[in-house]
Nanobody, 125 residues
Framework: QVQLVESGGGLVQAGGSLRLSCEAS????????LAWFRQAPGKQRAWVAA????????NYADSVKGRFTISRDNAKNTAYLQMNSLKPEDTALYYC??????????????????WGQGTQVTVSS
């Protein structure tokens, strides 16, 4: 059983930055791929970015490419999402999730086994 806890969300003005963290406990964090998703009110949960277990490979949704950076520190059992040049449309509840297939960069919700509770990001215009 893997427990994931997100943190780092908050209220920021458009153009600002935030860094989200996803701390894992239980399981073998370094063997899992990991992704960030987000869900805005009234919308479906959407994939944002993914990283392989080693951290060598990453992938991003077109809407965040060039602005967001996903990374991980396996020694700290923690993943990060650095978000720059934030826009009001980035406002959402952000979740991290693990994929037991460490080499996969999936964007499909059903591929992910464990989820955190989410951290709220609000970007004001």
């Amino acid at each position: 059983q893997v427990q994931l806890v997100e943190s780092g969300g908050g209220l920021v003005q458009a153009g600002g930055s935030l860094r989200l963290s996803c701390e894992a406990s239980g399981g073998t964090f370094s063997s899992y791929a990991l992704a960030w998703f987000r869900q805005a009110p009234g919308k479906q949960r959407a994939w944002v970015a993914a990283i392989t277990s080693s951290g060598r490979y990453t992938n991003y949704a077109d809407s965040v490419k060039g602005r967001f950076t996903i990374s991980r520190d396996n020694a700290k059992n923690t993943a990060y999402l650095q978000m720059n040049s934030l826009k009001p449309e980035d406002t959402a509840l952000y979740y991290c999730a693990t994929d037991r297939l460490g080499s996969r960069l999936s964007a499909v919700l059903r591929d992910f086994d464990y989820w955190g509770q989410g951290t709220q990001v609000t970007v004001s215009s």
